[in-house]
């Protein structure tokens, strides 16, 4: 056997790809990535009733998003049913499993005694021993694990430590129903196996699944995984996390205007961390990771955290990449598609050119959409109520005259140009530059908050100004 590491992300296309599910995938990408080894996708489809094709597609687009890529093609759990099926029936003949022909009422029984005495439900073990030839004509029967009566089964979890579980808790449970369907528990162990997971990363609300699969994997005589059990994520409150929290779907973070590396950082530093380091690029990431040092305490979603992650990631991106990232998600952005649709050549200079400026002022791509608003919108400008006060009292008288000092430019329009001309028409008239920026700056762009006012101009370039100010004092 290698010691190359496989990794999997396994999840139930039930829902949404949710940011807790897109913190284990990242886990199980980065523990790949760091070792050299690859990461496998499979969609944990048997429940025929709530998995649907739209939430698979929504996972594999979310996964894509983020960019945590898998080796080869995506394995259907509800697929593989006759391998769960016939490995089910080889521990029948290897005595290590067996048919039960307990009817509902029978377990029923079970479950009422169980409780009248105050214990967990269990199955009593009655077909443990009984002969096949005793079941009931006609019968199909359930196969029933053996499960060790006495002794523990202890978990050595990488992130857990060592998670001890007594025997006696653990009951002779089903791996094929009567059916004969896989149970979720045996299809895990078979699939994982036979598509050579070395480790296990997942949610701690499968810890106690791990003992029971730890008993399937010994009776075949199979090699069991390593195991890591990372920490739910909680919201900032300490309380499972909600809708409120940010339990959303992660097209609701690219809809918010979340850079995937950003969000991909700050799942990161979720539960894990490496010195005082907060951002990390993904090769940082790659280099430093280990599954080893991931918190077993519950991590705290924290949207205000993410949301400056973001900001300080675009500010530190190169503009050329920081731009295609934007034009890739303006379609899912609100307002976004309306720039799309008026983004041409000329216009896409014009954005990089003023994305210095754009970015010190936003924390999001929706931030940044916004401030980019002014190169998108049409004369005569729409234009918010602060930029409409700063337009008011003298600002158009103001403005008349820096109309015509602007005018007045020959040479190249360039910023330090339309700097040179204004603060010139400032001195001459004695009116301080704020007074003559700030209407300007609200004729420009229609609000009070813009990249540098000699930036803004020179972006827009000298006709578009000159008439955008003309709108303001006619
Ligand atoms: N399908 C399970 C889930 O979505 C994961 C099972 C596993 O990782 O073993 O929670």
Redesign the pocket.
């Known amino acids: 056997m290698s010691d190359k590491v496989v990794t999997r992300f396994?999840?139930?296309p039930t829902g949404f790809l949710h940011i807790g599910?897109a913190r284990t995938a990242l886990f199980n990408w980065l523990y790949a990535k760091h070792t050299g080894g690859t990461m496998l996708l499979r969609i944990?489809d048997t429940d025929r009733e709530r998995s649907t094709d739209a939430a698979t597609a929504a996972i594999l687009d979310g996964l894509s998003w983020l960019g945590l890529t898998w080796d080869g093609e995506p394995v259907s759990q509800f697929e593989r049913a006759p391998r769960h099926r016939a490995v089910a029936e080889e521990l029948v003949r290897m005595g290590k499993a067996y048919y039960c022909y307990a009817t509902p009422a029978e377990l029923e029984a079970m479950r009422e005694s169980a409780r009248a005495r105050g214990l967990p439900p269990r199955y009593d073990g009655r077909w443990r021993e009984r002969d096949p030839s005793e079941a009931p004509a006609g019968a199909k029967g359930a196969i029933r694990i053996k499960a060790p009566a006495d002794g523990e089964t202890v978990v050595h979890d990488l992130v857990q430590g060592e998670v001890r579980f007594p025997n006696k808790d653990l009951d002779d449970f089903i791996i094929l129903r009567s059916d004969g369907n896989p149970t979720y528990m045996h299809a895990?162990v078979v699939d994982d196996h036979d598509m050579g997971i070395t480790h296990?990363i997942?949610?701690d609300?499968?810890l106690t699944?791990a003992a029971r699969q730890m008993v399937i994997y010994r009776a075949m005589g199979w090699d069991v995984p390593s195991m890591s059990h990372i920490p739910l994520i909680h919201g900032a409150d300490g309380a499972k996390l909600s809708k409120r929290h940010g339990a959303l779907g992660v097209e609701a973070y690219r809809a918010m205007g979340y850079l995937p590396e950003a969000l991909l950082n700050y799942l990161a530093r979720l539960g894990w961390s490496h010195g005082d380091d907060e951002v990390m690029s993904i090769a940082d990431m790659i280099a430093w990771f280990d599954i080893g040092d991931v918190n077993k305490g519950a991590a705290r979603f924290d949207f205000a955290k993410l949301e400056a992650l973001n900001g300080v990631h675009m500010r530190r991106m190169n503009d050329a990449e920081l731009l295609d990232i934007f034009i890739n998600t303006l379609p899912y952005l609100e307002g976004g598609p309306a720039i799309a649709a008026r983004l041409d050549d000329t216009r896409k200079a014009q954005l990089l050119a003023a994305l210095p400026g754009l970015k010190e002022r936003a924390k999001t791509l929706v931030e940044l959409a916004d401030g980019a608003a002014f190169l998108f919108a049409e004369r005569p400008l729409p234009i918010d109520e602060k930029a409409t006060a700063l337009l008011g009292g003298e600002a158009r008288e103001i403005l008349r005259g820096a109309h015509a000092a602007l005018e007045a430019i020959t040479g190249d329009w360039t910023a330090e140009a339309a700097e040179a001309a204004i603060r010139e028409y400032a001195v001459a008239r004695g009116h301080k530059l704020g007074a003559v920026a700030q209407p300007l700056r609200a004729a420009l762009t229609g609000k009070s908050t813009s990249p540098g006012v000699f930036d803004v101009l020179a972006v827009l370039g000298r006709e578009e100004s000159l008439a955008r100010v003309a709108d303001q004092i006619d």
């Open positions: 396994a999840p139930s599910g944990e895990v296990i997942r949610g609300d499968h699944n």
